[in-house]
Nanobody, 119 residues
Framework: QVQLVESGGGLVQPGGSLRLSCAAS????????MGWYRQAPGKQRELVAL???????NYADSVKGRFTISRDNAKNTVYLQMNNLKPEDTAVYYC?????????????WGQGTQVTVSS
């Protein structure tokens, strides 16, 4: 019922910035916990940041102080502002929506957007 489309990825130099967007279509966007995950070649997918329906945020230690997750419920969009990017940030970034409904977890994923940090 929820479709997610990421955008904003690309090639950036170390120390640069990039903002990812995730546009959601469907109902009850404001009730979902939204998250950004990433997966680098040969590595498992990891949580980068999340933001709850109440605005509480959580970040992976590797991105604390550099990345900021935010949401605009009026636009059904979640953002990931990435500053001071490092080569280690290179990965496919995925948008995720989670919501518990009557004891069942509803989870949705976007198609991913490539972020490459290289000089």
């Amino acid at each position: 019922q929820v479709q997610l489309v990421e955008s904003g990825g690309g090639l950036v130099q170390p120390g640069g910035s990039l903002r990812l967007s995730c546009a959601a279509s469907g109902s009850s966007f404001s009730l979902y916990t939204m998250g950004w995950y990433r997966q680098a070649p040969g590595k498992q997918r990891e949580l980068v940041a999340l933001i709850t329906s109440g605005g509480t945020t959580n970040y992976a230690d590797s991105v604390k102080g550099r990345f900021t997750i935010s949401r605009d419920n009026a636009k059904n969009t979640v953002y990931l502002q990435m500053n001071n990017l490092k080569p280690e940030d290179t990965a496919v970034y995925y948008c995720n929506a989670n919501r518990w409904v009557n004891g069942k977890l509803n989870s949705f994923w976007g198609q991913g957007t490539q972020v490459t940090v290289s000089s």
